[in-house]
């Protein structure tokens, strides 16, 4: 079964510990993105990958980081969370291109 | 940059009518427009797509039409059903393959 699955699934937290939310997909994509949902104000794309080793920004990558060692892993990596990074995240990804083909189930962080 | 504006953001319908949400884009070089249904505790789920090739693009209950014209375009779903119930996101995305998601519609289906 085509997947992309994210972990933890939930996750509370205090300012400035460090926390990454892995995510895998199973469909050899070479695309993989990740985004932030907020009330009001939808989804919004973080960082995305187009190959291994090849990561950019995307519209809000303030505070985050990623890496892309292998095609099928893409952590989401918040080196000093800060109250603002609370939100629901996505991993997504696609066989090309930037559109997204397939999410994860969401990882929603509480950062205190 | 792309803008692209969602309406209406709450939709309540009647079981068995159709629903209807359109959303407006401001780039006019974007070429390509998902649509993603997301279910509560759910990631978005790509339904239908349509490039700006075509006008009408229809997968059995679900059609999008595409007005390049006016930027603007339409998720129609006809006989609407229980499980239709969800939150609806439209999308544009232009050459560079940057993606913008209108801000949602939450669809009720009444019984």
């Known amino acids: 079964e085509a997947q992309v699955t994210q972990n933890p699934r939930y996750l509370i937290t205090v300012t400035g510990k460090k926390l990454t939310v892995t995510c895998s997909q199973n469909m050899n994509h070479e695309y993989m993105s990740w985004y932030r949902q907020d009330p009001g104000l939808g989804l919004r794309q973080i960082y995305y990958?187009?190959?291994?080793?090849?990561?950019d920004k995307g519209d809000v990558p303030e505070g985050y980081k990623v890496s892309r060692k292998e095609k099928r892993n893409f952590p989401l990596i918040l080196e000093s969370p800060s109250p603002n990074q609370t939100s629901l995240y996505f991993c997504?990804?696609?066989?090309?291109?930037?559109?997204?083909?397939?999410f994860g189930d969401g990882t929603r962080l509480s950062i205190l | 940059g792309e803008n692209v504006e969602q309406h209406p953001s709450t939709l309540s319908v009647q079981e068995g009518d159709s629903a209807v949400i359109k959303c407006t884009y401001s780039d006019s070089a974007s070429n390509y427009f998902p649509w993603y249904k997301q279910e509560l505790g759910k990631g978005p789920q790509l339904i239908i797509d349509?490039?700006?090739?075509?006008g009408e693009k229809k997968d059995q209950r679900i059609a999008v039409t595409l007005n390049k014209t006016a930027k603007h375009f339409s998720l129609h779903i006809t006989e609407t059903q229980p499980e239709d119930s969800a939150v609806y996101f439209c999308?544009?995305?232009?050459?560079?393959?940057?993606?913008?998601f209108g801000k949602g519609t939450r669809l009720h289906i009444l019984p």
């Open positions: 990958s187009m190959n291994v080793e090849v990561t």
């Open positions: 349509i490039r700006s090739n075509v």
């Open positions: 999308a544009a995305s232009s050459e560079d393959d940057k993606i913008i």
């Open positions: 997504a990804s696609s066989l090309t291109g930037r559109q997204p083909q397939h």
